[in-house]
């Protein structure tokens, strides 16, 4: 594996050890719509992020 690869899974690791320590005190939403709006951001920023990394990678090539 590649250092930049193993560096990100700590970094994942890493965070996702953090939230579930200081799970408490994260405020839930339990409005449906905001959660809705959240998952809707999020996958346009992949799906955003995937098409950006495909372009630099053809680009490379």
Known sequence: MKQVSIIGVIFTVGILVFLKVFQDSIPRINEPITNL?????????????????????????
Do not use: A, R
């Open 37 to 61: 709006l959240v998952f809707s951001g999020v996958v346009i920023f992949g799906v955003l992020y995937g098409i950006s990394t495909m372009k630099k990678n053809n680009k490379k090539k």
